[in-house]
């Protein structure tokens, strides 16, 4: 079929949820011509504003009933929906039957995601299962040769144009376009309500699993300028990069979303009503996290355990942004700023840098709060749950001879957090706060652990410090020391006290080694491989 080819709209069928430009966009269209059909509140706030709309059940000559749910489930709408205006046996079966054209669909769904987000309980969520329009906009969508299907007001707004470029018609390249929308829009509804489901009946590997969003930003490119990409919300309410006003900058780009995701997600593992905490991310590890009851001075030793790749990073914070700290970000190239919200003198600081990406989310993620994350693999989709796992000092078990004293412990706890957000195998050095050193995405943990430690060097020389800050620091693994070797790395590096999972069939060996070397050592008893 020629994209040249143009299909008449003379009449609409128009039932919404959301009723945000209804009036409007129901008055051009009576204003072109278009006999409007309609049911329950979108027909009264369309006659209430004087337009012209017929109910829908005159034309089925079936009454609207049980609540509403039994409407438009009828041949006369499904009819009017499917019929082949060149097929002469549909013309003669509509004819029969008095099944009218329906050249537009206007039709968005109930708000189940909407419920869901808002904790709505088991019989609201359940009530706002959407059934009816679902049916319509597939058959409209497959229909496309003849039919106008539309889910939202944007795609009014475009056939109305269209209609008014052809006299009233609408040319088949966007009759496709929005068939194509439209079962992408019926299929991520339905994926809501099956992954819901799933929730609800506590079940990890339903039959089938799928997974859907609506377009939030279209990328110029992937992780390379050769790979398309594209940015999509899930129906997750969760304070994050989905959720984010950029308010200065450049568009994003594919690495900016995945490390200001990274940043912002190590972030809300701190309770802002306890320390501020900023995080700096490069290629989605941090290079730099650090706590204070000040921001600024957060950001500050943030910056300082890793200056060389804090160049060109992202910077997450857990409070709101202020002019301080503002005022040391733009004191170097900086790619993107997340925060929870900033203040207007913090906003004017950074307005001075002007290709500065500025996101604000309004609000921190719930580390403890589950949801499902996707990997594709050829042929496939590994699904698992976030990573909520957190540990207290009532978890940790001593194994060794010392006791780690109370300034160890707090640092091995920030530690911990830590090291559950660096690419495994994952070795984190930390002291008074702040990383010293972190080793990440290495293919031997011994290796991780020298690879924190050349880093904490390389920064020490940097600084003209006298010796790494590893000295005296405390060494957090994200999973358990197979061997001796890389507890001897922690010794050798400086550390006084480790945190790690423990399990290995030779833990008494690195038992044995950390009481050797003096150092405390704690288990935590679970893991945290980040791949």
């Not at 979108?42 to 059940?57: E, N, R, Y």
Request: charged letters at 25%; glycine letters at 10%; a negative charge.
């Amino acid at each position: 079929m020629s994209d040249l080819e143009l299909a008449p709209v003379r009449r609409a069928l128009i039932s919404v949820s959301d009723k945000a430009g209804l009036v409007e966009r129901g008055r051009q269209l009576a204003d072109a011509g278009v006999e409007i059909l309609s049911t329950g509140g979108t027909l009264k706030a369309l006659t209430d504003a004087g337009i012209a709309a017929k109910d829908v059940s005159e034309v089925t000559e079936f009454p609207e009933m049980m609540d509403g749910r039994l409407k438009t489930l009828h041949p006369r709408v499904h009819g009017g929906l499917l019929g082949r205006r060149d097929n002469g046996e549909d013309r003669a079966s509509m004819s029969e039957h008095g099944i009218p054209n329906i050249d537009l669909l206007y039709v968005n769904l109930y708000p189940f995601e909407e419920t869901v987000a808002k904790g709505g309980d088991y019989a609201a969520c359940v009530e706002n299962i959407d059934i009816g329009g679902p049916a319509m906009i597939r058959a409209a969508a497959k229909n496309h040769a003849w039919v106008c299907v539309c889910t939202d007001g944007e795609d009014v707004d475009a056939v109305i144009a269209a209609m008014g470029e052809h006299e009233g018609a609408v040319p088949f390249s966007l009759r496709q376009t929005l068939a194509a929308k439209s079962y992408a829009r019926t299929a991520a509804y339905d994926a809501a309500i099956s992954n819901w489901f799933a929730e609800e009946l506590g079940e990890p590997a339903p039959a089938w699993r799928a997974f859907g969003g609506a377009l939030a930003q279209p990328l110029r490119y992937g992780e390379n300028p050769h790979q398309k990409a594209a940015f999509y919300a899930t129906p997750e309410d969760r304070p994050g990069i989905a959720t984010a006003r950029q308010v200065q900058g450049k568009a994003l780009s594919y690495n900016n979303l995945a490390d200001a995701d990274a940043a912002f997600e190590l972030a809300g593992e701190f309770d802002p009503s306890d320390k501020a905490a900023v995080v700096i991310v490069k290629h989605a590890n941090p290079c730099g996290v650090a706590m204070h009851d000040d921001l600024a001075v957060a950001y500050e030793r943030a910056f300082a355990a890793d200056p060389i790749s804090a160049f060109g990073g992202i910077v997450a914070m857990n409070r709101k942004l202020d002019a301080e700290t503002a005022g040391e970000l733009v004191k170097i190239f900086t790619e993107v700023v997340v925060a929870p919200e900033a203040d207007e003198d913090a906003l004017a600081v950074l307005s001075g840098k002007s290709n500065l990406r500025v996101l604000l989310t309004g609000g921190m993620p719930d580390p403890g709060r589950g949801g499902w994350m996707t990997k594709t693999v050829a042929g496939g989709l590994l699904v698992q749950q976030r990573d909520t796992g957190m540990i207290s000092l009532d978890d940790l078990k001593t194994v060794t001879e010392r006791e780690p004293t109370e300034a160890e412990l707090a640092d091995l706890l920030f530690a911990w957090k830590i090291v559950k957000h660096v690419k495994s195998n994952a070795i984190v050095y930390a002291r008074n706060g702040s990383t010293a050193g972190i080793g990440m995405g290495q293919t031997s943990r011994l290796e991780a652990a020298r690879l924190a430690v050349r880093k904490a060097e390389a920064t020490a020389a940097e600084h003209g410090w006298d010796e790494a800050r590893t000295k005296g620091s405390v060494c957090a693994s994200d999973a358990f020391f197979p061997f001796a070797d890389g507890l001897h790395a922690a010794a050798e590096a400086g550390a006084t006290a480790v945190i790690q999972p423990g399990g290995s069939i030779r833990d008494d060996e690195v038992i044995a080694a950390a009481n050797e070397a003096g150092i405390a050592m704690v288990f935590t008893g679970m893991r945290h491989f980040r791949h």
